[in-house]
C-alpha cells in the first residue's frame, strides 16, 4: 500500500501542483477519502486503475477544495494577500468600523487568529499601548509580521495552528485573562470543515469580550453566490452562542462580498 500512497500523491501532484501536496502529505494521507481510496484498491487488486475510482475523484475534490481554502489568504502576484485584495475598496470601512468599535468598548488587546497580514493594515489605526496577538500557521506571514515596525503597540506574533492552542494559557502567558476583541476574518467555516470542529464550542474556549466573525458571500470553489447559506450560518452562531450566555446580542454587517457578525 505504501507504492499505492506514493502514486496516488503523484498523480495528486500532476493535477493539484506538487508543491502544494508535498507541504500538505500527511494531512492528505490521514484524511478518510485517502483512507477509503486505498481500501477500494485493497478490495479490486492492484491490476484496477485506481483513477477511474469514485474514492479517487473524491479524493482529488478534497484536496482541491484544501487549497482553494488555503488561497483565501495567499498573495496574488501584486503582493497582496486575497482576502486583503478583494476588500479593495472597502478595506478603509471595515478598519474604521473595527477600531470605532475597539475604541468604543475600551479595548486594550486584539486577538486575530488566522491574521494574515491584516494586522499591518489594523494596527495602523489602533490606539498607542495595544496589544495585538496575531496567529497564523503560514511561515511567510509569520516573518512578515515580524518585520513589521508597530513601535506605538505590543505585536505579539504566533506560529501555530488555531485548533491547537489553550487561549486561555496563551493569553495568560502575556498576564491578559482575556481579549477585548478576537478576529476570525474568513477563517471559522474553513476551520470547522476542515479540522472537523464545533465552531460553538471552539469560541466557547477563547476568553473574549468581543467577537468579529466573517465569512466571504461568493464561494471559493463554484464562484457563486453564498450569501443564503453564509447568513444562516452566521445567525444559527450568534443564537446559539447567545444562548449558552457567551454573549448577550450581535449584529450583522454586510460589506462589498464579505459578511460580518459582530458578537458583544
Given amino acids: 500500500m505504501n507504492d499505492y500512497r506514493e502514486l496516488i500523491l503523484s498523480e495528486l501532484a500532476n493535477e493539484i501542483g506538487a508543491e502544494f501536496v508535498t507541504k500538505r502529505r500527511d494531512e492528505i494521507l490521514n484524511t478518510p477519502e485517502m483512507r477509503k481510496l486505498l481500501e477500494e484498491i485493497e478490495e479490486r487488486g492492484s491490476s484496477y486503475n485506481y483513477k477511474r475510482l469514485k474514492e479517487f475523484k473524491m479524493l482529488l475534490k478534497k484536496v482541491k477544495m484544501m487549497k482553494y481554502y488555503e488561497t483565501r489568504k495567499f498573495r496574488t502576484d501584486g503582493g497582496l494577500e486575497v482576502s486583503i485584495l478583494e476588500r479593495g475598496q472597502y478595506l478603509e470601512q471595515l478598519i474604521e468600523r473595527l477600531t470605532d468599535t475597539f475604541k468604543t468598548i475600551g479595548g486594550k488587546v486584539v486577538l486575530d487568529i488566522g491574521s494574515g497580514t491584516f494586522p499591518l493594515y489594523f494596527s495602523k489605526e489602533l490606539p498607542a499601548g495595544t496589544v495585538y496577538i496575531a496567529i497564523d500557521t503560514r511561515k511567510e506571514v509569520i516573518e512578515e509580521l515580524n518585520k513589521a515596525s508597530t513601535s506605538h ?22 498576564n491578559i485573562k482575556r481579549a477585548d476583541i478576537t478576529l476570525m476574518l474568513r477563517v471559522l467555516s474553513v476551520i470547522a470543515r476542515t479540522k472537523k470542529i464545533d465552531p460553538v464550542e471552539f469560541i466557547e474556549s477563547i476568553p473574549t469580550r468581543t467577537l468579529v466573525v466573517s465569512e466571504p458571500l461568493r464561494s471559493l470553489v463554484r464562484k457563486e453566490s453564498v450569501i443564503t447559506r453564509e447568513t ?8 446559539k452562542l447567545e444562548n449558552r450566555g457567551i454573549f448577550a446580542y450581535h449584529e450583522i454587517w454586510t460589506i462589498g462580498e464579505e459578511i460580518f457578525l459582530f458578537l458583544f
Fill in 232 to 239: 444562516k450560518f452566521l445567525n444559527s452562531l450568534a443564537r
Fill in 153 to 174: 503597540l505590543k505585536l505579539i506574533v504566533i506560529h501555530s495552528d488555531a485548533c491547537e492552542i489553550d487561549y486561555k494559557s496563551l493569553l495568560s502567558q502575556f
